[in-house]
């Protein structure tokens, strides 16, 4: 059963608290994405990478951190420096960036920061 | 800045009924335009795409127009059915950026 899998689909972490999401995709992909989605703004592109050991910022980097130690994974730390942590977390994989193919989106992580 | 407008913010049709949501842009570097479905708590699914040497495509019950000229896409969900209840956003990308910028969403709602 090939997919994206996201997790855990809820987290609550306290102010000040670094926190890391997990996103696992068996695709065979070489593209990997981390979007933040708040209402009524859409999806905003936080980071995203074309192959192993390089990634790229997106729009809304500032706060975040990644890795792409593996094809498969592409972990997002979200720092005590972003402002407003808060919000619907979505991971995505494409065969390339490049050629704009479909983007495949996992479940999600809504994360909860008090 | 937002670099693709969608609208309207929401929008309430009755069963059998023809949707209709629209999006405009100002990058005409972009070259692929895509359409996704988002159901409450789940994460967004291609619904259709668009490159700009067509002016509409049709899958199904959905369509999407195109008018290069005025820098506008539409998609029209036709004979809505309370099923396509849905968030649903416009994208758009070019080749060679690799990235997708999003519209804002339009929140869908058919009535029985």
């Known amino acids: 059963d090939g997919g994206i899998t996201q997790s855990p689909k809820y987290l609550f972490r306290k102010e000040g608290q670094n926190v890391t999401l997990s996103c696992e995709q068996n695709?065979?992909?070489?593209?990997m994405y981390w979007y933040r989605q708040d209402p009524g703004q859409g999806l905003r592109l936080i980071y995203y990478?074309?192959?192993?050991?390089?990634?790229q910022k997106g729009d809304i980097a500032e706060g975040y951190s990644v890795s792409r130690e593996k094809k498969e994974s592409f972990p997002l730390t979200v720092t005590s420096a972003q402002k407003n942590p808060t919000a619907f977390y979505l991971c995505?994989?494409?065969?390339?960036?490049?050629?704009?193919?479909?983007?495949?989106f996992g479940p999600g992580t809504r994360l909860t920061v008090t | 800045q937002q670099q693709v407008k969608q609208s309207p913010q929401s929008l309430i049709v009755q069963k059998g009924g023809i949707s209709i949501i629209n999006c405009a842009y100002e990058?005409?570097?972009?070259?692929?335009f895509p359409w996704y479905q988002q159901f409450p708590g789940k994460g967004p699914a291609l619904l259709i795409a668009?490159?700009?040497?067509?002016s509409e495509k049709k899958e199904g019950r959905f369509t999407i127009s195109f008018n290069k000229s005025a820098k506008q896409f539409s998609l029209h969900i036709m004979d809505s059915q309370p099923g396509d209840s849905a968030t649903y956003f416009c994208?758009?990308?070019?080749?060679?950026?690799?990235?997708?910028?999003f519209g804002a969403g339009t929140q869908v709602v058919v009535t029985p």
């Open positions: 995505a994989s494409s065969i390339s960036v490049l050629g704009n193919y479909e983007q495949y």
């Open positions: 668009i490159r700009p040497d067509v």
């Open positions: 990058n005409t570097a972009f070259d692929y």
């Open positions: 994208a758009a990308g070019a080749d060679s950026w690799g990235k997708l910028q």
């Open positions: 695709l065979n992909h070489d593209a």
């Open positions: 990478s074309q192959i192993v050991n390089d990634f």
